[in-house]
């Protein structure tokens, strides 16, 4: 039995994570491991108690430790704006920029006849309903500037037409890119120019 059993198998669950491959894992694991009192096991702790206690917004789809968000639940974002992003990341990237005040819908993904990925697989369902109950003036469609991120734009503004005003992100944001990837200052020009669609 190896005696590095079990560091071999956390170098190989670290180097199945975004942007790490074997080699930054093995470097990352290492430095960890050196550093066990001052990181490694407040990582462990926190990590265990993520696993335990995040989960998915019911309302809009975000991150975290409760069943509804703090963005959903604070009155100050109660503005009548509803941002609608792919993903987390894509939430967390607005959020990083400072340059939007309302609320979000997460919708999971976008639609992809290739991947066989209909409205139903998304929360397009929960955005109509929300659209049609919540108090919201504005749709803001703030989805990746790809081919699915354009079909999955089309497909809600259709859905939407006449019953909210609907924009989408403007300037700033290249055919292709992701708002992951995107620094501030771009998705806050992006924002302020944004049109009607």
Same mark, same amino acid.
Request: hydrophobic share 40%; aromatic share 2%; glycine share 8%.
């Given at each position: 039995?190896?005696?590095?059993?079990?560091?071999?198998?956390?170098?190989?669950?670290?180097?199945?994570?975004?942007g790490l491959?074997?080699?930054?894992? &093995?470097?990352?694991?290492?430095?960890?491991?050196?550093?066990?009192?001052?990181?490694?096991?407040?990582?462990?702790?926190?990590?265990?108690?993520?696993?335990?206690?995040?989960?998915?917004?019911?309302?809009?789809?975000?991150?975290?430790?409760?069943?509804?968000?703090?963005?959903?639940?604070? /009155?100050?974002?109660?503005?009548?704006?509803?941002?609608?992003?792919?993903?987390?990341?894509?939430?967390?990237?607005?959020? &990083?920029?400072?340059?939007?005040?309302?609320?979000?819908?997460?919708?999971?993904?976008?639609?992809?006849?290739?991947?066989?990925?209909?409205?139903?697989?998304?929360?397009?369902?929960?955005?109509?309903?929300?659209?049609?109950?919540?108090?919201?003036?504005?749709?803001?469609?703030?989805?990746?500037?790809?081919?699915?991120?354009?079909?999955?734009?089309?497909?809600?503004?259709d859905r939407?037409?006449?019953?909210? &005003?609907?924009?989408?992100?403007?300037?700033?944001?290249?055919?292709?890119? /992701?708002?992951?990837?995107?620094?501030?200052?771009?998705?806050?020009?992006?924002? &302020?120019?944004?049109?009607?669609?």
């Amino acid at each position: 039995m190896s005696s590095t059993r079990d560091i071999d198998a956390l170098i190989e669950l670290m180097a199945k994570l975004p942007g790490l491959g074997p080699r930054s894992a &093995r470097r990352a694991v290492l430095h960890l491991i050196r550093k066990r009192s001052l990181q490694l096991i407040p990582l462990a702790d926190t990590m265990r108690v993520v696993a335990e206690t995040a989960r998915e917004c019911l309302n809009c789809g975000n991150v975290g430790t409760t069943d509804v968000c703090d963005i959903c639940t604070s /009155e100050k974002r109660a503005n009548g704006e509803l941002c609608v992003v792919e993903d987390v990341a894509d939430l967390w990237a607005m959020e &990083r920029s400072g340059v939007f005040k309302g609320r979000y819908h997460v919708l999971g993904g976008t639609l992809s006849a290739l991947d066989a990925v209909g409205p139903e697989e998304l929360r397009i369902p929960r955005l109509i309903d929300r659209v049609a109950t919540e108090e919201i003036t504005e749709v803001i469609l703030a989805l990746n500037a790809t081919i699915d991120g354009q079909t999955t734009s089309h497909y809600i503004a259709d859905r939407l037409e006449g019953s909210v &005003r609907l924009t989408s992100l403007a300037q700033g944001v290249p055919i292709g890119g /992701e708002l992951d990837y995107l620094d501030d200052g771009t998705i806050s020009a992006a924002m &302020r120019a944004r049109k009607s669609i």
